[in-house]
């Protein structure tokens, strides 16, 4: 799916068949049961729209699942989002979608991660490392607290949510690539 959106030069638009679940998370809305990191990247760079149901007595020999015709409209221009650091916030968020945002990101493997890519992104950058190291703890709270989204679930944001989050996770210096 990723590979078809980042297609250039960009198509416009995609009519597709795939199995009914696969098709439904293409879709699915915030507080969806199959609403999950591949709708929220795949919203990012696309509208998408069922068209239509397929039933597996369609084909021969009968699958055992249904399909659905989807249609897929790329963004144009594609959204000004480091797509990198974008999937690198939503993967993290959505590792267990019905934690707490503040659960997750201030888990000690992930602070660890963070101060590792603050390392790698200074030294990318040109900038000196903080010294003393920085408080990871303390920013990711910060940013949470000040984005009002310390309790809230990955299954519950919407697109609007995870570009505010990142912006501010981005503007303290937590970078996820």
Known sequence: MFKLLAHRPLFRCALLMFQEE??????????????????VNTQLLARVSQLMKVGRNNFRPPPKVESRVVRIEPRNPPPPVNFVEWDGLVRLAF????????????N??????????????????????????????????????????????????????????LNAFNKAGIHFA
């Not at 699915?28 to 709708?39: N, T």
């Not at 590792?95 to 201030?106: G, I, M, S, Y």
């Not at 992104?121 to 910060?142: H, Q, R, T």
């Open 108 to 165: 000690n493997k992930v602070l660890e991660m963070f101060g590792a890519n603050l390392k790698t992104w200074c030294s990318l950058n040109s900038v000196p490392y903080p010294e003393p190291a920085p408080d990871m703890k303390a920013i990711v709270e910060g940013v949470l607290t000040e984005t009002g989204m310390s309790g809230k679930r990955a299954s519950k944001l919407d697109l609007d949510d995870f570009l505010a989050l």
């Open 22 to 39: 696969f098709a439904l998370r293409l879709s699915a809305k915030p507080g969806d049961e199959l609403y999950c990191r591949l709708s």
């Open 95 to 106: 590792n267990r979608k019905n934690k707490t945002l503040h659960a997750e990101f201030t």
